[in-house]
């Protein structure tokens, strides 16, 4: 018996987890936690932390600033963080997370959510089409 106890325990062992799995989570843009480059065409004038956009490396002449919602410690020590972003040649404006929260966040679902429901509606106007296709129709 012992023989026994001691083959399953070195069996199990042995084995990888069963139940063990990779796990991820992943935060869109306008949804709160999200940190990244934002959109700013069409929105309410951002909330900024600093009046100057910040600049690690030289930007060519003409290039337009970007936008980006980050850490409050990212936008502390960005030369640190800036490579994160793929924003260290960008001027970079860094928005207040309370404004991207209350003024784009939502914004941005309600623009989302009217062009996914156009598609879905779309996308319905043929399912009462019973074409000739290879389903699984009465009369296949």
Do not use: T
Request: charged share 20%; proline share 9%.
């Amino acid at each position: 018996m012992k023989l026994f106890l001691i083959m399953v325990l070195l069996a199990a062992a042995a084995s990888p987890p069963a139940l063990a799995a990779d796990v991820g989570v992943s935060v869109s843009i306008g949804q709160p936690g999200f940190y990244g480059r934002l959109d700013y065409g069409g929105y309410p004038p951002p909330q900024l932390i600093y009046r100057q956009p910040r600049m690690i490396q030289h930007v060519p002449v003409g290039r337009p600033p970007i936008y980006l919602n980050v850490p409050p410690s990212h936008s502390r020590n960005w030369g640190r963080y800036c490579g994160r972003y793929n924003a260290c040649d960008e001027r970079v404006y860094f928005v207040r997370n309370n404004w991207y929260e209350r003024e784009y966040a939502p914004r941005y679902q309600q623009r989302n959510n009217q062009r996914g429901e156009r598609r879905d509606d779309q996308r319905n106007d043929h399912q009462g089409n019973n074409g000739n296709g290879n389903g699984r129709g009465r009369n296949h």
